[in-house]
């Protein structure tokens, strides 16, 4: 019922900044928490942010001064800006929206940092 589609992925040297977009349809948005997920090459996939349906956040401790989820519930998207880039956030980035019973996530996208 809620399908997910991230974009805004890419490659970008240290230091740099992306914004991923997260566009929700097919179900409600306004009163669901959502979130981003990574997962690099050999690890475990990795919760990164949160935002509550009220707008409160949560980060992950790599992330935190760097990062930041927002949210437009008018337009059913979720944001998550990234700042100050580091290779160790090289990795396939996903949109999460976690619903009772089940969770429902983006096809990724990928994010690279290189020199």
């Known amino acids: 019922q809620v399908h997910l589609v991230e974009t805004g992925g890419g490659l970008v040297q240290p230091g740099g900044s992306l914004r991923l977009s997260c566009a929700a349809s097919?179900?409600?948005?306004?009163?669901?928490?959502m979130g981003w997920y990574r997962q690099a090459p050999g690890k475990q996939r990795e919760l990164v942010a949160t935002?509550?349906?009220?707008?409160?956040?949560a980060y992950a401790d790599s992330v935190k001064g760097r990062f930041t989820i927002s949210r437009d519930n008018t337009k059913n998207t979720v944001y998550l800006q990234m700042d100050r880039l580091k290779p160790e956030d090289t990795a396939v980035y996903f949109c999460?929206?976690?619903?009772?019973?089940?969770?429902?996530w983006g096809q990724g996208t990928q994010v690279t940092v290189s020199s």
């Open positions: 097919g179900g409600i948005f306004s009163i669901y928490t």
């Open positions: 935002i509550s349906s009220g707008g409160n956040t």
């Open positions: 999460y929206a976690p619903r009772p019973g089940r969770i429902f």
